[in-house]
């Protein structure tokens, strides 16, 4: 039943229809049952992968091709149209390969795109091949908050499986254990004052100024700040310059928090 409510369109009361496909030892094994299950129930958002989990997209399986669509109305650069599901599966995939390109090299904050990046750092997570590096106070500020009882929560657009790869897989271990929960694009856009409050509702605070925002981006401070939240800015090698006067207090450490 909980599940249900991470399916976009649907809450605890709705009735949803999922199908359940036997679990492979490989994850490309699971093409042709994933395939008969999509067919099968074609108005489906999500396949349960029995003792592994769930995978959820869009409204419908066709949606899976319109944010393509769209791109090709709106006459993006870079857009290659899908070829229809009767022609070569190779042809297909191709097609599909070259428009993630084509997003990825346009930096595009796109949710489908930020969930197959996740897809991607699982494989290199789990086969030993990737290892984020994070700053030398992020874990000693993680571990000093939860002992003080405070809980820290994840804002990113970056998908939620893949905050949960990032802070799992760090040159300091696991810093999962410190987090309470992880907030991702399909909450909205960063920059967007609503958005701020429905996370204030949603942990349960009497006020939104209970909360603590810590960025890098100045467009999400404004946005922070417009929605009553504290907030603080962090400066890092590598950051974009913040102008004159901007009206926030700013660390270079975590440390200083």
Same mark, same amino acid.
Request: aromatic share 10%; proline share 3%; glycine share 8%.
């Given at each position: 039943?909980? =599940?249900?409510?991470?399916?976009?369109?649907?809450?605890?009361?709705? #009735?949803? !229809?999922?199908?359940?496909?036997?679990?492979?030892?490989?994850?490309? #094994?699971?093409?042709?049952?994933?395939?008969?299950?999509? #067919? /099968?129930?074609?108005?489906?958002?999500?396949?349960?992968?029995?003792?592994?989990? !769930?995978?959820?997209?869009? @409204?419908?399986?066709?949606?899976?091709?319109?944010?393509?669509?769209?791109?090709?109305?709106?006459?993006?650069?870079?857009?290659?149209?899908?070829?229809?599901?009767? !022609?070569?599966?190779?042809?297909?995939?191709?097609?599909?390969?070259?428009?993630?390109?084509? =997003? &990825?090299?346009?930096?595009?904050?796109?949710?489908?795109?930020?969930?197959?990046?996740?897809?991607?750092?699982?494989?290199?997570? +789990?086969?030993?091949?990737?290892?984020? !590096? $994070?700053?030398?106070?992020?874990?000693?500020?993680? #571990?000093?908050?939860?002992?003080?009882?405070?809980?820290?929560? &994840?804002?990113?657009?970056?998908?939620?499986?893949?905050?949960?790869?990032?802070?799992?897989?760090?040159?300091?271990?696991?810093?999962?254990?410190?987090?309470?929960?992880?907030?991702?694009?399909?909450?909205?856009?960063?920059? @967007? /004052?609503?958005?701020?409050?429905?996370?204030? +509702?949603?942990?349960?605070?009497?006020?939104?100024?209970?909360?603590?925002? $810590?960025?890098?981006?100045?467009?999400?401070?404004?946005?922070?700040?417009?929605?009553?939240?504290?907030?603080?800015?962090?400066?890092?090698?590598?950051?974009?310059?913040?102008?004159?006067?901007?009206?926030?207090?700013? $660390?270079?450490?975590?440390?200083? &928090?």
């Amino acid at each position: 039943m909980e =599940m249900i409510k991470g399916i976009q369109g649907h809450g605890y009361y709705d #009735e949803l !229809v999922v199908p359940i496909i036997e679990n492979t030892a490989y994850e490309n #094994e699971l093409t042709d049952s994933f395939a008969k299950a999509i #067919e /099968a129930y074609p108005k489906t958002t999500a396949v349960l992968v029995r003792n592994h989990g !769930v995978y959820v997209w869009g @409204d419908s399986w066709i949606s899976a091709k319109t944010q393509v669509q769209g791109d090709l109305e709106k006459g993006v650069n870079g857009a290659v149209p899908i070829p229809p599901d009767h !022609v070569w599966k190779e042809e297909v995939i191709g097609a599909m390969i070259a428009n993630v390109e084509e =997003m &990825i090299n346009a930096d595009r904050k796109i949710t489908s795109l930020k969930q197959l990046l996740g897809h991607i750092w699982q494989t290199g997570f +789990e086969n030993n091949e990737l290892k984020v !590096v $994070v700053f030398d106070d992020v874990p000693k500020a993680l #571990e000093k908050w939860h002992a003080f009882g405070k809980k820290v929560y &994840i804002y990113s657009s970056s998908s939620r499986l893949t905050q949960r790869l990032i802070f799992g897989n760090t040159n300091y271990g696991d810093l999962r254990k410190y987090l309470s929960g992880f907030f991702d694009a399909m909450v909205g856009n960063k920059k @967007d /004052a609503r958005r701020y409050i429905e996370i204030s +509702e949603s942990l349960g605070v009497d006020k939104p100024s209970e909360i603590l925002f $810590v960025t890098d981006v100045l467009q999400e401070a404004v946005a922070a700040k417009a929605a009553g939240l504290e907030v603080i800015i962090s400066i890092r090698l590598g950051n974009f310059l913040l102008p004159d006067n901007h009206g926030f207090k700013t $660390v270079h450490s975590f440390s200083e &928090i």
